[in-house]
């Protein structure tokens, strides 16, 4: 190569792909996420850097494609490659792992798999008709898809508490808690949050409150909060524990229209005594099209089930309804914000 000769592998000389680029080929990024995620490579990685080959030949795997995989997540910061060509995880790419503390492998799992994909595909007919693609390509809502399909049912619940676990703490540390008294989480899933809650404030005891086979597979057989908590299942639109002190509510309203809402949260007011607070924990967005994280998650609930993500005005809006009022939004340094609101 002659001196001062452009270096072809230099990225400064080449085109830098436009936003549209970036959105056209997103699919194939998830789909290659997929692929290691599926065959657990980053597992294989725990104890250090290896090549393709080595990785192909413990997976059962062919090894030029899977290299070819790694070098396009390497690109996005995933995987790192060095000189003698063995791959090693990023810290961004740690959470693939499995075995590690905030493992993102389950929601991967969940969101790049067959219901989510489908979903996706059919966004085309829901613009169009104001239906939720999952609905018109399954024949029944989500949830009740859920219900009938132990297999898809426990993925969800799996990919749901990945998601949920490495915010649970978050969300916990900025909660407008009493010092004592009984905290109800209704829809509470496995119990991420409420472990987080009891174990911040030593004085509280819970109650889990979700589906019977959510429930049974709860995450609160620890030390931390031993003998401050029991498990309670039932349908929390028409009945939840009574008793509560607080009662939580993450990541529950943005699943359904605000008919659905209501029901829930009216529901909770018929536990609830004069003043009893309550916590909604969810995402909040800015009024008009300013840019926010949650505008894809929004997307997500188009496609998938009936409800949205919303404005503080259209909290404020549905806890009225229902006969709460809202106090005030607390941020958090996660996704959600924390809605406070009392029953009036």
């Known amino acids: 190569m002659a001196t001062g000769s452009p270096n072809p592998n230099d990225p400064a000389h080449h085109f830098t792909p436009s936003p549209l680029n970036e959105l056209l080929y997103g699919h194939f990024y998830s789909a ?42 390497a690109a996005r910061g995933l995987f790192r490659e060095d000189a003698r060509g063995a791959f090693e995880l990023t810290d961004n790419g740690t959470p693939l792992r499995t075995d590690v503390p905030g493992s993102q492998h389950a929601t991967i799992m969940l969101v790049s798999g067959e219901m989510f994909a489908t979903a996706a595909e059919g966004i085309v007919d829901t613009v169009r008709t104001g239906t939720p693609s999952f609905e018109t390509t399954y024949g029944v809502p989500f949830f009740e898809h859920l219900a009938g399909s132990p297999a898809e049912r426990q993925l969800f619940d799996a990919g749901m508490a990945s998601l949920s676990g490495p915010v649970d703490g978050l969300v916990a540390q900025s909660c407008p808690l009493p010092g004592s008294g009984t905290v109800v989480d209704v829809g509470g899933g496995r119990g991420g949050l409420l472990r987080a809650v009891l ?80 916590l909604v924990i969810d995402a909040v967005l800015p009024e008009g099209s300013a840019p926010h994280p949650a505008v894809a998650l929004e997307l997500i609930m188009m496609i998938l089930v009936r409800g949205r993500e919303r404005t503080v005005t259209e909290f404020e809006r549905l806890l009225s309804r229902a006969g709460f009022r809202l106090n005030r939004i607390v941020p958090t340094p996660s996704l959600p914000s924390v809605i406070e609101a009392e029953a009036v």
């Open 32 to 73: 290659a996420l997929r692929a290691v995620a599926v065959h657990r490579i980053a597992d294989l990685l725990a104890e250090g850097p290896r090549t393709a080959e080595d990785l192909a030949t413990s997976a059962g795997l062919h090894a030029v494609s899977l290299r070819r995989v790694l070098r396009l997540l």
């Open 199 to 278: 174990t911040r404030e030593p004085a509280l005891t819970g109650v889990l409150f979700d589906q019977p086979d959510t429930v049974a597979d709860h995450v609160l057989d620890s030390e931390e909060v031993r003998g401050r908590w029991r498990v309670e299942s039932g349908d929390f639109f028409s009945a939840v524990p009574r008793g509560g002190d607080v009662y939580l509510l993450k990541h529950i309203l943005h699943d359904w229209d605000d008919d659905g809402c209501v029901r829930i949260l009216e529901a909770i007011r018929r536990s609830a005594t004069l003043g009893t607070k309550l």
